[in-house]
């Protein structure tokens, strides 16, 4: 009967920390999956330049504070599971081996394969940690994440300096001189338009309606990630979508085309469920997402359209 238990006890142990590793990856999946790819040019590797407004106090309050149990590239729970799991498999492999103390020796050990089930989620918890690590030291090493795409570095160019504001006002009297009819306030209204349309697809699983608002190499990644989510049988949906700011951070000209970055402050309704019994898979129903993104999008120099060409995580 106690070696049943155990036994019960393993395969809850091992759903329920391969269940808290999934719901991280699968967290947040809105359009770009928050987190960072596509192409900025010779910017692709900077880290996309803050906003020059002071935030408003509802954006200040917005913030959440850092948890005192937060650590960098882990985070508390990935800690404690870690821990636990290696307290359990220290523990089970020394009482299978009669060195349990009083009572213990010869008796009420697991079998091999409970330890060989726990030593498994502890090394998919060890990788998923690493990668995390490894993924927060190559942000800091190019000064953003950047994810998808084939940049050159240029040398001797913008890596490493932040944008000053006199940089923004710069390039966009430079977008002017080919563009006389370019407004600031008509961009950022289409920034918002794109970004709903954008979402809306996203959510619809058809990338069709959206073609012409995304360079190729974007529309490639989102058809990746849509067709893992069909493939899954799942449906991200979101809803409630407010976008509350928007505004440009960075404008320049390179190569016969514009870039503009903008930053994007929203919140939504962000969760995930299977296709045939809708079911929560990750995400929430009723508690929503804030957060802030760069979108940056391209064209051609000239009155041409914008296309969306990179999304990057403040």
Do not use: C
Not at 277 to 292: D, I, L, N, Q, Y
């Amino acid at each position: 009967m106690k070696k049943h238990v155990v036994k019960v006890f393993a395969v809850v142990a091992a759903v329920m920390f391969l269940s808290i590793t999934v719901l991280e990856l699968n967290a947040h999946a809105r359009a770009g999956g928050s987190r960072s790819f596509g192409s900025r040019g010779a910017r692709s590797y900077s880290r996309p330049a803050s906003n020059y407004s002071q935030p408003s106090q509802s954006r200040q309050q917005a913030a959440p504070a850092p948890s005192p149990f937060q650590q960098q590239g882990g985070g508390f729970m990935r800690s404690m599971a870690g821990g636990l799991v290696g307290g359990m498999l220290g523990g089970m492999l020394f009482r299978s081996l009669g060195m349990a103390g009083a009572g213990g020796m010869g008796g009420g050990g697991i079998g091999l394969f409970e330890i060989l089930l726990l030593a498994g989620i502890g090394y998919l918890i060890y990788r998923f940690v690493k990668k995390k690590r490894e993924a927060n030291a190559a942000y800091s090493s190019y000064g953003g994440a950047y994810q998808g795409g084939t940049v050159t570095p240029v040398s001797g160019g913008y890596l490493g300096n932040d944008p000053q504001p006199d940089d923004v006002a710069a390039g966009l009297a430079h977008v002017r001189q080919m563009d006389a009819s370019f407004d600031e306030n008509r961009f950022n209204d289409l920034v918002m338009d794109n970004f709903f349309k954008i979402q809306g697809a996203w959510m619809n699983r058809d990338l069709t309606p959206v073609t012409g608002l995304l360079t190729d190499e974007m529309k490639r990644i989102f058809q990746e990630d849509l067709d893992r989510l069909l493939r899954d049988k799942q449906v991200n949906r979101l809803e409630n979508i407010a976008v509350r700011n928007v505004e440009i951070a960075e404008v320049w000209q390179e190569s016969g085309q514009d870039f503009i970055t903008a930053l994007i402050y929203a919140n939504l309704l962000d969760y995930t469920t299977d296709d045939a019994t809708g079911v929560v898979v990750s995400g929430s129903k009723t508690e929503p997402v804030k957060f802030e993104e760069y979108w940056t999008l391209t064209r051609p120099v000239g009155n041409n359209p914008w296309r969306l060409s990179a999304i990057n995580q403040k």
